[in-house]
Each structure stands twice: as structure tokens, then as C-alpha cells.
């Protein structure tokens, strides 16, 4: 009511003695009707907001919420596999039935090769011009994808003969890595910059400036699409940087310092550094090997249950940025 309140009238206490209304008919069966609503109500309230909690949480889960994004991964090693400790690795790609596709640098013994998992053998080999310094790798449909170092030049193969072969150029400031997700390819080149290029035309379509926290991720090196995420060796280091192609930021770190130290341990020198990722998406079966690395790896990943201090992913996986000179 409009200017004013009405005010109930405080109710008199009855006496003992004072005579009390009749109940009327039906009240028993109304209180429990009116229990029935109330419990109905409140589960009914109870589903909504577990509801609207889990909405919440795939919303802070699909922006990359904190609990993601700093995620470190220590590995595990399944298993261990022959490799060539001459192939200076650029590329790695599974390419099914238990096969590796590889692509090796150097010059004059740059190379695109087609390996047997289990036992390191070479079965099918096609060795560049010695001009060429063969660098990432990446299969779409039945061609390879290839570029080569300190030059906007690449090529693609038929991966059952790679005798048949066309040259491309590309947008690119260098070729280092490769990697596609079926229906577009990514690409690095040495900065913290991830490119994505259309495979027909082979122009840059897109490009991320790729960062952890504050700070930019250059020396991007060899690529892989992982269930949706892009995976990068970050050159000189031995961490695989975890990136999202949609926007750059680096969603979590995979340590690999004891593939390394293992073979020295073991004797092993002349190694070069890790650099190589093979991703097997119908067995979820993950491999990584280096440059010049007598083994190649299956491994596993952990989540790191204590997270590392301040500035130890940065003194680890960052580098300062190179440039090489053209030739």
C-alpha cells in the first residue's frame, strides 16, 4: 500500500484455560503436502546449482583456468628403441604400422626417411641436394610436408615414393618445424612465433605470438598436434612446451632432463640436443628422441605434484633469442 505499512495486530497468548479452536478438517494431510513441496523445492534447487557449478567449471576450463595453465609433467620412460646416432633429427611423425617418418639435417647429409619403430632400420631413404639443410616434417593425407633451414623453401613428398617431389616456398622468416591437424599445417621458425599456413596455397593464415606467463617462448623448434594442443621443443633446452593454437599461451610444461643425463650416464657423447616428437593417436602412444641420439623414447606423462618455484621454468625452458645469418 502506497504512503504507509499496515501493522498486524500482536497476537494474545491463550490461556490454559481459554478455550482452543477446533482443527479443521483436512489440516493433517495439508502439512504433509506442504512438506512434500518443500523437499521437492529444495532438491530442485540443489540440481540447479550443481548445474550452473559444473557450466562454470568447463567456462574456467575452456578459458585455461590457473590449475591448467601452469601444469608441469615429468615423464616416464615405456619403453626404449633403436635409432641412428648419425640422424641429426629435425622431424618426427608416426606414420602407422609401427613406422616413423624422419627428416635429418646437416648439409650434405639432410635426408627424408622412412624408419621401423622396433628396430631403428632405415626402410626407404631419399637424400636432399647437398644445398639443403632438411628441417620439420609433417604428413597430411598421403603427402609430407618438409621445409629446410635458413630458407623460405620446402617440399612435398607422395609418402610412398619419395622420389616424387614438388618445391614450395613460404611465408615463413625460416623453416624449423611442422606439425598439422589435419586440415591446416603449423609452423615455427625459430622465434615465439606459431604460424598456422594453409596446406593448398601454403600462405600464412594465421599466427600466435607463443607466451608463458609474461614472457615470450622463442627458438620454437620441431612441432606436434597432440589431442588438440601443438607440442614444442624449445631449441636448446629440454623441455616441450604444451601450446594453444587458438591463442599462443603456453598451457604446461613437459621436463625431460633425464632422457639426457641418462645417456651420459650410459657413455654416450656427442649428443646433440632433444629435438624430435611422434605422437601415435590410436594407441595414445607418445615418442621423443634428440639430435644424434642412439635411442628413441616411448613415454608417459605425470603431473607434477609440487609445483616449481618462481623462475624455474623460465631458467629452464627459456632462452634468450638467436638469429642466424643467411648464407
Known amino acids: ?15 490454559p484455560k481459554e478455550a482452543q479452536p477446533p482443527m479443521p478438517s483436512g489440516s493433517s494431510s495439508s502439512r504433509s503436502n506442504y512438506r512434500k513441496i518443500s ?14 557449478l559444473c557450466i562454470s567449471s ?41 613406422t616413423l617418418f624422419e627428416s635429418t639435417g646437416l648439409r650434405g647429409q639432410s635426408s627424408i626417411r622412412k624408419v621401423a619403430l622396433q628396430t631403428g632400420k632405415i626402410l626407404a631413404l631419399h637424400k636432399m641436394d647437398d644445398s639443403y639443410f632438411g628441417e620439420g616434417l609433417t604428413l597430411l593425407g598421403e603427402r609430407l610436408f618438409q621445409v629446410t ?82 607440442w614444442a621443443n624449445v631449441w636448446e633446452t629440454d623441455c616441450i612446451a604444451r601450446i594453444s593454437h587458438e591463442n599462443g599461451v603456453v598451457l604446461g610444461w613437459i621436463l625431460l632432463p633425464s632422457l639426457r643425463q641418462g645417456l651420459l650416464k650410459a657413455g654416450r657423447r656427442n649428443l646433440d640436443v632433444l629435438n624430435g616428437i611422434a605422437w601415435d593417436s590410436d594407441r595414445n602412444r607418445l615418442f621423443v628422441t634428440g639430435k644424434l641420439w642412439p635411442k628413441l623414447y616411448e613415454i608417459k606423462l605425470h603431473p607434477v605434484r609440487e609445483k616449481p618455484s618462481d623462475g624455474v621454468i623460465e631458467r629452464m625452458c627459456i632462452r634468450k633469442p638467436v638469429q642466424f645469418v643467411r648464407q
Request: aromatic residues 14%; negative net charge.
Open 58 to 98: 568447463s567456462m574456467w576450463t575452456g578459458l585455461g583456468s590457473d590449475a591448467r595453465l601452469d601444469q608441469v609433467y615429468s615423464i616416464e620412460v615405456v619403453k626404449e628403441f633403436p635409432h641412428d646416432p648419425t640422424a641429426f633429427t629435425q622431424g618426427l611423425l608416426y606414420g602407422g604400422n609401427d
Open 149 to 230: 633451414w635458413l630458407e623460405n623453401i620446402g617440399f612435398i613428398y607422395d609418402r610412398n615414393n619419395f622420389s616424387k617431389f614438388e618445391k614450395f616456398t613460404h611465408q615463413m622468416q625460416d623453416g624449423w618445424g611442422l606439425a598439422t591437424d589435419g586440415k591446416v599445417l603449423y609452423g615455427s621458425d625459430g622465434t615465439s612465433t606459431l604460424y598456422q599456413i594453409d596446406p593448398q596455397t601454403l600462405k600464412v593464415i594465421q599466427k600466435q605470438n607463443v607466451k608463458y606467463k609474461d614472457h615470450e617462448v622463442p627458438n620454437l623448434n620441431e612441432l606436434e598436434y597432440v589431442n588438440g594442443e601443438i
Open 39 to 52: 523437499l521437492f523445492a529444495m532438491v530442485f534447487l540443489v540440481f540447479w546449482v550443481l548445474i550452473v
Open 1 to 15: 500500500m502506497a504512503g504507509g505499512s499496515l501493522r498486524k495486530k500482536p497476537h494474545k497468548r491463550s490461556s
